[in-house]
């Protein structure tokens, strides 16, 4: 069918022409789209604030050569408002719909989907900390890829854990015997939160001192960018503000 509609995250914009924007999109049933949006920049348009980052919105596409052409937008989720109003939020959710951006059209499935949509309704409510959020996200996120980081046994030998030690390189925590020189040690407490943040364990997150936070945060960013084969350019953002 050259039309079809479906439930979208807008994770990027970019102008076209004088009117236009090229939007990228995850969404539910069709994986990632590149679709453009025309005369959405003017004043008079219909549904321009319905297609900006962070949004969330059922939408109806015609299928182009190059570029799917939106049609009509209907607003299901207005977070950019409440998440741009808080900088931390703001940076939280620009890495979220980042590493989202970087997964193989193959990855983009329905849990992908629904995994962004309640990271990005938790970031606009300020359920939780913006960097948990994230971290729990991006956590969730290598798993549904096929990327399950190991927070009990060793990712070498699957020696029985908790384990001391955490290489991202190696796919999470790993045993004394399998430890390279330089490998960082984790704290019980820490692993005990990487595991709560894995299990969206809130009530663990959110008790968790400033120091595991912190620890955490360090050994996600270092396993999805690993993963991801390149940075993610707002993670620096986020270590400049904590």
């Not at 900006?52 to 607003?75: C, I, K, N, W």
């Not at 620009?94 to 992908?112: F, G, I, K, P």
């Not at 409510?125 to 009990?152: F, I, N, T």
């Amino acid at each position: 069918m050259p039309t079809y509609r479906d439930e979208v995250v807008v994770l990027r914009t970019h102008k076209l022409g004088e009117a236009d924007r090229i939007l990228t999109l995850l969404s539910r049933r069709h994986g990632k789209v590149r679709a453009v949006a025309k005369g959405v920049r003017r004043t008079s348009s219909r549904f321009g604030a319905r297609l900006e980052p962070f949004m969330v919105a059922d939408v109806q596409l015609y299928r182009g050569r190059t570029l799917d052409v939106v049609q009509q937008a209907s607003s299901i989720g207005a977070y950019g408002a409440d998440i741009a109003a808080h900088y931390d939020r703001y940076t939280a959710a620009h890495a979220m719909v980042e590493a989202a951006d970087r997964l193989n059209e193959a990855e983009a499935t329905a849990q992908q989907y629904l995994l962004l949509v309640g990271g990005l309704r938790a970031l606009a409510r300020g359920d939780h900390a913006p960097r948990s959020v994230l971290d729990s996200y991006l956590l969730r996120v290598m798993a549904l890829s096929g990327w399950a980081p190991a927070l009990s046994e060793c990712a070498r030998c699957s020696a029985a854990g908790p384990q001391e030690w955490f290489v991202a390189q190696l796919g999470g925590t790993v045993c004394s015997a399998c430890a390279p020189t330089g490998a960082a040690r984790l704290q019980p407490e820490t692993s005990s939160l990487l595991r709560a943040l894995m299990a969206g364990e809130w009530d663990i997150v959110d008790a968790a001192t400033d120091g595991a936070t912190a620890a955490a945060s360090g050994l996600v960013a270092a396993y999805a960018q690993w993963h991801l084969e390149r940075g993610i350019r707002s993670l620096s953002h986020m270590e400049q503000h904590r």
